[in-house]
Nanobody
Framework: QVQLVESGGGLVQAGGSLRLSCAAS????????MGWYRQAPGKFRELVAS???????NYADSVKGRFTISRDNAKDTVYLQMNSLKPEDTAVYYC?????????????WGQGTQVTVSS
């Protein structure tokens, strides 16, 4: 089992920046990829960014050039640096960890952290 705890959300004006953190605990040795998803009111949850165990990254088109995902394997933590924030970035942001298929391939989710961008 893997537990994920997010932090760093809040209220920011358009054009501002926030840094989200997600600390993993438990069977962290089983984690392969990690990522950030978001869900705005009335919308489906969508991928924001992901990072593999080899630090290969993938971004949604809407955040490319503005957001940066990184991970510190020594601290079992993944980060999302969000710059040039827009009101449409407002959502609950969720951390996700994908378990390596060798250990079962489960997906784990954090409890979510609210990001609100005012215009």
């Amino acid at each position: 089992q893997v537990q994920l705890v997010e932090s760093g959300g809040g209220l920011v004006q358009a054009g501002g920046s926030l840094r989200l953190s997600c600390a993993a605990s438990g069977s962290t040795f089983s984690i392969n990829a990690m990522g950030w998803y978001r869900q705005a009111p009335g919308k489906f949850r969508e991928l924001v960014a992901s990072i593999s165990s080899e630090s290969s990254t993938n971004y949604a088109d809407s955040v490319k050039g503005r957001f940066t995902i990184s991970r510190d394997n020594a601290k079992d933590t993944v980060y999302l640096q969000m710059n040039s924030l827009k009101p449409e970035d407002t959502a609950v942001y969720y951390c996700m960890a994908e378990e390596d298929s060798y250990y079962g391939g489960s997906y784990y989710w954090g409890q979510g952290t609210q990001v609100t961008v005012s215009s």
